[in-house]
Antibody, heavy 120, light 107 residues
Framework: QVHLVESGGGLVQPGGSLRLSCAASGFTFSDDYMSWIRQAPGKGLEWVSYIGDSGRSKYYADSVKGRFTISRDNTKNSLFLEMNNLRADDTAVYYC?????????????WGRGTLVTVSS | SYVLTQPPSVSVAPGKTARITCGGNNIGSKSVHWYQQKPGQAPEVVIYYNNDRPSGIPERFSGSNSGNTATLTISRVEAGDEADYYCQVWDSSGIVIFGGGTKLTVL
């Protein structure tokens, strides 16, 4: 059974940094693309970033480009999101998700999320 | 960038059919995925590639996609279907787009 567990969220001041982690189990992690998706309080879903199975391919939403960095460690079945220069509008629950399919993938499995609050 | 438009809310009586739309320019040429999110929970895929259902999702859930509108149809609606629903596509630049979400209320 696929299991994704996010960690690393918390309260951070504007301009600060945070590193999120996602521990994966129940599937061959190195075979799949992975994404981070966020949801601001009371708002809809916003895709943040994805990373290819080997880690070479990375894409970012314009809202985080240049500030966030996605990475993975296939030896430890782990996904990461390094977030720098955080702003109030980055406040959200951050989900990691397993992508499935070939072209135009969908998000088959999601973690429960970790809350990031950016406030002074 | 590509925009997906969903109605903020849809209401339906139990046992009736709910239709949730997702509008986008020539969306019929894209693959659409649908997610259900219940309060306090993570989203869950209910339809992928326009009309495929994951195992465990009832046959009451179906999807269609043509022209400028994709539709998620829920037949014989139950109280447990009350949730937020989101459509999702990939745009031409290789990024993911979500619709704004539709709150389904079962009367």
């Amino acid at each position: 059974q696929v299991h994704l567990v996010e960690s690393g969220g918390g309260l951070v001041q504007p301009g600060g940094s945070l590193r999120l982690s996602c521990a994966a189990s129940g599937f061959t992690f190195s075979d799949d693309y992975m994404s981070w998706i966020r949801q601001a309080p009371g708002k809809g879903l916003e895709w943040v970033s994805y990373i290819g199975d080997s880690g070479r391919s990375k894409y970012y939403a314009d809202s985080v480009k240049g500030r966030f960095t996605i990475s993975r460690d296939n030896t430890k079945n782990s996904l990461f999101l390094e977030m720098n220069n955080l702003r109030a509008d980055d406040t959200a629950v951050y989900y990691c998700a397993r992508e499935r399919g070939t072209l135009y993938r969908y998000f088959e499995s999601w973690g429960r999320g970790t809350l990031v609050t950016v406030s002074s | 960038s590509y925009v997906l438009t969903q109605p903020p809310s849809v209401s339906v009586a139990p046992g009736k059919t709910a239709r949730i739309t997702c509008g986008g320019n020539n969306i019929g040429s894209k693959s659409v995925h649908w997610y259900q999110q219940k309060p306090g929970q993570a989203p869950e895929v209910v339809i992928y590639y326009n009309n495929d259902r994951p195992s465990g999702i009832p046959e009451r859930f179906s999807g269609s996609n043509s022209g400028n509108t994709a539709t998620l149809t829920i037949s014989r609606v139950e109280a447990g279907d009350e949730a937020d629903y989101y459509c999702q596509v990939w745009d031409s630049s290789g990024i993911v787009i979500f619709g704004g979400g539709t709150k389904l209320t079962v009367l």
